[in-house]
């Protein structure tokens, strides 16, 4: 196991058409978080799960996002009818619960939408 | 609020100086200080996580300092590399059990030859 993986690493898109990105954590991790980063800003958090079980999303995660986990490993987060203030990097990390250290980030995934 | 500010915003040394990065956080109850390394394009990378128990952690070159009293941390390296460019992420942990992290904005490091 390599780390937490992400794919696409980079998509662009025109807007309004949808999107779905890719997260495979750490095959041991129950936690997934997404966050998005845009230039010169920390990583804001979206979401989390715990297992399959989605047990927050931030204000920011509007009605056109939608993330699942459907069997507690992988996870997609998709974006619907994109506009262009969605350009940014989407970031996943993994824990393991009760474990910080081993709290770990992928490389994300770059989207513009134009 | 919890927040978590960071300063400078950016920083440019010379190659082989040495450095430090302030961070100030509000963010109650706490439960960890991180210090993450974000290269251009990449995920961050942990560098050093702290307990309120904790003053001081070391990860080769990189030595943070945390002080729950006062709410500030530090992160200090030594003898900078070209590598070190990157921006150096401080992050608190709230003990609500869920992990739930809040980011600095950052500062930008740019080491120069």
């Known amino acids: 196991d390599t780390g937490v993986s992400q794919n696409p690493r980079h998509k662009i898109t025109k807007r309004g058409q949808n999107v779905t990105f890719r997260c495979d954590p750490i095959?041991?991790?129950?936690?997934l978080y997404w966050y998005r980063q845009t230039l010169g800003q920390g990583p804001e958090f979206l979401t989390y799960f715990q297992n399959e079980a989605q047990l927050e999303k931030s204000r920011l995660l509007s009605d056109r996002f939608s993330a699942e986990r459907p069997k507690g490993s992988f996870s997609t987060l998709e974006i619907q009818r994109t506009e262009q203030g969605d350009s940014a990097m989407y970031l996943c990390?993994?824990?393991?619960?009760?474990?910080?250290?081993?709290?770990?980030f992928g490389s994300g995934t770059r989207l513009t939408v134009v | 609020k919890n927040q978590v500010e960071q300063s400078p915003q950016s920083l440019i040394i010379l190659e082989g100086k040495n450095c430090t990065l302030q961070c100030n956080y509000t963010v109650s109850p706490f439960s960890n200080l991180r210090w993450y390394k974000q290269d251009t394009g990449r995920g961050p990378v942990s560098l050093t996580i702290?307990?309120?128990?904790?003053n001081t952690k070391s990860n080769g070159r990189y030595t943070a300092t945390l002080d729950a009293d006062t709410k500030q941390s530090s992160l200090h390296i030594t003898a900078s590399q070209l590598s070190d460019s990157a921006s150096y992420i401080c992050v608190v942990s709230a003990n609500f059990g869920n992990e739930k992290l809040t980011f600095g904005t950052g500062t930008r490091l740019t080491i120069i030859p």
């Open positions: 702290m307990t309120f128990s904790e």
């Open positions: 990390a993994s824990s393991l619960a009760g474990r910080p250290y081993g709290y770990t």
């Open positions: 095959s041991e991790h129950n936690r």
